[in-house]
C-alpha cells in the first residue's frame, strides 16, 4: 500500500499559467515533506522542502503548502516556463533522516509554449 | 565533475548473472543513499551509509543484493544472480550529514535483465 500517492500521472499547464502538483500522504506522523525535480536521464535534484510546523513555504516561483489534517500537499509553480516540464516526485518522513523518506510515484509536468 | 558519478549509465545482463554498480559521491559528504526507480513507480530506498557507523539495509529486496562504501567514499552495489523483476535505475545519492532529506543524486544506472 502506497504510503505516499501523486494520483496524476501528468498534467499540462500553458505558459505562463500557475501549475498545482498534488500529492497525499496516508501515514499521520509523516511531519517532513520534500519535493524532487527530474529531468530525463538526470538523477532527481531537491527543489523545496516543508515542515509540519508550517503550512505554507515559498522560493521563489514554488510554493508548497501542506494540509496536516487532509494529509496533503501541493506544490505551486507560478508562473510555469518550459523549463519546468520535468517529473515531480513528492517525499514524506517521520523525520528529517533521508533515509526515511517515502516518495511517490511522480507527476510529468508539461508546459507548453 | 563536483556532482554524484554513477557507473556504468547502462547496464544489460541476462538472467542469472551478477552485477557491479558504482557511486562516486561528493567530497565530503559523509551520507550515502542507494535507491532503485522501477518503471512507474517512486524512489525505493535500498541502502544507507553514514561514515564510519553499520549500514542501514533495511531496504534491500533480497539478499542477492549487497553493497559495501570503502574508506567512507566510493560504494559498490552488487546484484547477484539477476531476476528480470531487478530490472529498474539505480540511483545513488549522498549528502552532507544525515539530517537532512536534501540528497544530491547522481544520473543512476539503468539496469535491464533479460
Known amino acids: 500500500d502506497q504510503q505516499v500517492k501523486q494520483n496524476s500521472p501528468s498534467l499540462s499547464v500553458q505558459e505562463g499559467r500557475i501549475s498545482i502538483l498534488n500529492c497525499d500522504y496516508t501515514?499521520?506522523?509523516?511531519?517532513?515533506f520534500l519535493w524532487y525535480k527530474k529531468y530525463p536521464a538526470e538523477g532527481p535534484t531537491f527543489l523545496i522542502s516543508i515542515s509540519s510546523i508550517k503550512d505554507k513555504n515559498e522560493d521563489g516561483r514554488f510554493t508548497v503548502f501542506l494540509n496536516k489534517s487532509a494529509k496533503h500537499l501541493s506544490l505551486h509553480i507560478v508562473p510555469s516556463q518550459p523549463g519546468d516540464s520535468a517529473v515531480y516526485f513528492c517525499?514524506?518522513?517521520?523525520?528529517?533522516?533521508?533515509?526515511?523518506?517515502?516518495f511517490g510515484p511522480g507527476t510529468r509536468l508539461s508546459v507548453l509554449p | 565533475g563536483a556532482g554524484v558519478s554513477q557507473s556504468p549509465s547502462n547496464k544489460v545482463t541476462e538472467k542469472g548473472k551478477d552485477v557491479e554498480l558504482r557511486c562516486d559521491p561528493i567530497s565530503g559528504h559523509t551520507a550515502l543513499y542507494w535507491y532503485r526507480q522501477s518503471l512507474g513507480q517512486g524512489l525505493e530506498f535500498l541502502i544507507y551509509f553514514q561514515g564510519n557507523s553499520a549500514p542501514d539495509k533495511s531496504g534491500l529486496p533480497s539478499d542477492r543484493f549487497s553493497a559495501e562504501r570503502t574508506g567512507g567514499s566510493v560504494s559498490t552495489l552488487t546484484i547477484q544472480r539477476t531476476q528480470q523483476e531487478d530490472s529498474a535505475v539505480y540511483l545513488c545519492a549522498s549528502s552532507p550529514s544525515r539530517d537532512t532529506g536534501e540528497l544530491f543524486f547522481g544520473e543512476g544506472s539503468r539496469l535491464t535483465v533479460l
Open positions: 517525499a514524506a518522513s517521520e523525520n528529517n533522516y533521508g533515509q526515511n523518506f517515502v
Open positions: 501515514n499521520s506522523m509523516f511531519d517532513y
